[in-house]
């Protein structure tokens, strides 16, 4: 073990002197803590660049005076009990303790955010749950995983030792650009994709270089927490613009010059709208128009139920001025925190830059299993299969609700993981069903709940509730249906 401390040399205070109340000062400290085994005195001497019988002379003292005690043949220890006025001397006198209070609470905390809701804690749990967003668990392919996992620690060398490239692994950005053409319509080079630890942190990219107080962020209205949120951090005036079943309404823009606008064109968030083409080629000339970087949030985008899937904005984009960003925790899993940004070639240099800053990279073995994933065809397979899975749990769901309740209301059908129902006139507000049928054992979510940002008042908050289906068994879906319906009848015949 070494000591967490040097001692100066030629200082008027003997060496002897600086290593006794160094020690001393780590005992009372609690870093210490009685019994713990203390160097040799060996060890310490070269660690600390002095005679031994320094440190022996040291130790000696440390002993006499209670700090320290001696096992003979094993070694020397913290004393288990510490002499009296150490213990005192942990206690500080109450003027230093008000001092010290009152300099914690001038620290200037900048952070004025708030976290959005994607984690539910393992006391929050329920039996069904339909949370928004989550791939089936099961569907994970683990095999293959575990395969790819071994052959790349194999083939490690030293890239698991050395500092990556902070923009991602180059045979991963070249798989993403080239799945990118088949599947989205974009054409792109490995040098435009940057690797990332999901949109969350594109996101927060694009905030370190773009927005600080006051700056005008566009965004759909409702809109994802996670962005609103983080670029409301960064001290960011959010210009909300509604939507409708077309996704945004474009003609609502602002004419004035605008930094950003943040969208999810494929499956608006939450509503779930398809931004129809007409609307995305005039969101492209306003943006041409006003100067604005249009981040386009493609996060749940592998999953078209019908029909085939728009081109991105980023693959209509013919003035480069959208910000594209893309994850797998939709499509693998969240907890792999590995998603990409396509960029803007003036954006390249500044946002690779600012990754350097945050954190110099994404972990090398998760960013290589990943690449082989999709260039050997695993990922294509994988998505065939849970495609065709997510799509029969839609239909259940959508079943099972029109089983119990008729002919119901819903939006967000076309694509993704996840419907938004429409509480029908008569049934109680979306917050109070969101609590009953919690007390059921099943977990449903208003549109906050849900991670959705509202403005205050909006119609749609107190009637939609958000179902997600990818996670849960068809089982699960209609046992949950038949519970929340028991609860509704329940409220309607008011019982409790
Ligand atoms: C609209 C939206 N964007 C992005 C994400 C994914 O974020 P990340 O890639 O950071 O996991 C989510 C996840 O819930 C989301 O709902």
Redesign the pocket.
């Given at each position: 073990m070494q000591l967490p401390f040097n001692v100066e040399h030629g200082a008027a205070q003997s060496l002897q002197d600086q290593i006794f109340h160094r020690v001393r000062r780590l005992i009372l400290d609690g870093q210490l803590k009685p019994g713990t085994s203390m160097p040799a005195t060996r060890e310490l001497s070269r660690q600390l660049e002095v005679s031994r019988n320094t440190v022996l002379l040291a130790y000696d003292r440390l002993i006499a005076e209670g700090y320290l005690e001696t096992e003979p043949a094993v070694g020397t220890f913290v004393s288990a009990h510490l002499p009296e006025d150490s213990l005192m001397l942990t206690e500080r006198p109450a003027r230093a303790i008000d001092r010290h209070d009152r300099a914690l609470r001038h620290r200037t905390i900048l952070f004025h955010g708030q976290p959005h809701g994607?984690y539910t804690p393992p006391g929050q749990r329920v039996s069904i749950d339909f949370k928004?967003?989550r791939p089936d668990p099961n569907s994970f392919p683990a095999r293959l995983w575990q395969r790819l996992l071994v052959k790349k620690l194999e083939e490690a060398g030293k890239n698991l030792t050395e500092y990556s490239d902070p923009a991602g692994l180059w045979e991963l950005r070249q798989a993403i650009a080239e799945h990118l053409g088949p599947a989205r319509g974009i054409a792109t080079t490995p040098e435009q994709v940057l690797v990332v630890a999901?949109?969350?942190?594109a996101l927060d990219i694009v905030a370190r270089l773009f927005v600080t107080k006051g700056t005008q962020v566009v965004t759909e209205c409702p809109c994802?927490q996670?962005a609103a949120f983080l670029f409301e951090s960064y001290g960011a005036d959010l210009y909300p613009i509604p939507v409708d079943n077309q996704g945004i309404q474009v003609d609502r823009l602002p004419d004035s010059p605008v930094t950003l606008a943040y969208l999810?064109p494929s499956h608006q968030?939450p509503m779930g709208a398809t931004l129809s083409l007409e609307r995305r080629l005039r969101l492209l000339e306003w943006a041409a128009g006003t100067g604005a970087y249009l981040i386009e949030?493609d996060?749940d985008s592998d999953f078209r139920h019908h029909g085939s899937p728009l081109t991105a904005l980023k693959g209509l984009d013919r003035y480069d001025s959208v910000i594209y960003l893309g994850?797998f925790?939709k499509s693998i899993g969240?907890s792999l925190r590995l998603?990409y940004m396509v960029l803007p070639r003036p954006l390249v240099k500044p946002a690779t830059d600012v990754k350097t800053l945050l954190n110099n990279g994404q972990p090398w073995l998760e960013q290589a299993v990943v690449a082989e994933f999709m260039s050997g065809g695993g990922f294509g397979n994988h998505l065939r299969r849970i495609r065709r899975v997510y799509l029969l749990r839609r239909d259940c769901l959508v079943s099972a609700l029109r089983r119990h309740f008729g002919e119901v209301r819903i939006s967000g059908l076309e694509g993704g993981m996840h419907i938004v129902w429409h509480l029908p006139a008569g049934f109680p507000p979306a917050a109070e069903v969101e609590r009953r049928v919690r007390d059921a054992g099943v977990a449903v979510y208003t549109l906050p709940g849900g991670?959705a940002y509202c403005q205050p008042g909006e119609a749609a908050v107190r009637r939609s509730i958000m179902l997600g289906y990818s996670s849960l068994a068809e089982s699960e879906i209609k046992e949950g249906v038949a519970r929340i319906a028991a609860v509704l009848e329940n409220a309607a015949a008011g019982g409790t």
């Open positions: 994607v928004v967003g999901g949109c969350q942190e994802y996670g999810t968030y949030d996060y994850t925790s969240a998603g991670a």
